[in-house]
């Protein structure tokens, strides 16, 4: 069993109720769900598009990493997300990143994934949440708490959502 902890994101459709929606889902194969605020985020790669919705969940997970990967997956397609079809980083109705899976370090191929997400210690739209839910976490790769790097990271504009 380990602790994962995912980074949800969404701006097309009702964000907030697809997110409440995705966490319920995650009650099928996570133990312990645990729930950050929602923060509301400009976009930063692709800036022709509406805010997002941002918050993280962690859970205890049974599965492998590639498994989790499947299934998180599925969950966005139900939700009308294409991945050959959408702009990259623009619009979406739900994203979710595997931003941490333990202390595991995970590099696979097929599918391709690495964790430590390598884009969470430049997003303070994860970090934020995050730290929120574990105030004290540090990266297992560095050790290094998160709370610095998040310190060391120009303003996002990350605001909470009322």
Known sequence: METIILGLG???????????????????????????????????????????????????????????????????ADYGRNREAEIPKGPRTLDIDILFFGSQIVKL??????????????????????LELYPDYSDPVTQQPLAAVLAALPDQGVRKSL
């Open 109 to 130: 191929d097929n599918p391709p994934l690495i964790i430590p997400h390598p884009a969470v210690y430049r997003r303070a739209f994860a970090l934020i949440p995050l």
């Open 10 to 76: 969404s701006n097309r459709g009702d964000s907030k109720t697809i997110l409440a929606e995705a966490i319920k889902r995650f009650a099928l194969f996570l133990s312990d769900i645990r729930t950050s605020s929602v923060y509301i985020t400009k976009p930063q790669d692709y800036l022709d598009q509406d805010d997002f919705y941002n918050m993280v969940v962690s859970g205890n997970y049974a599965g492998s990493s590639a498994s989790l990967l499947k299934t998180l997956q599925q969950i966005e």
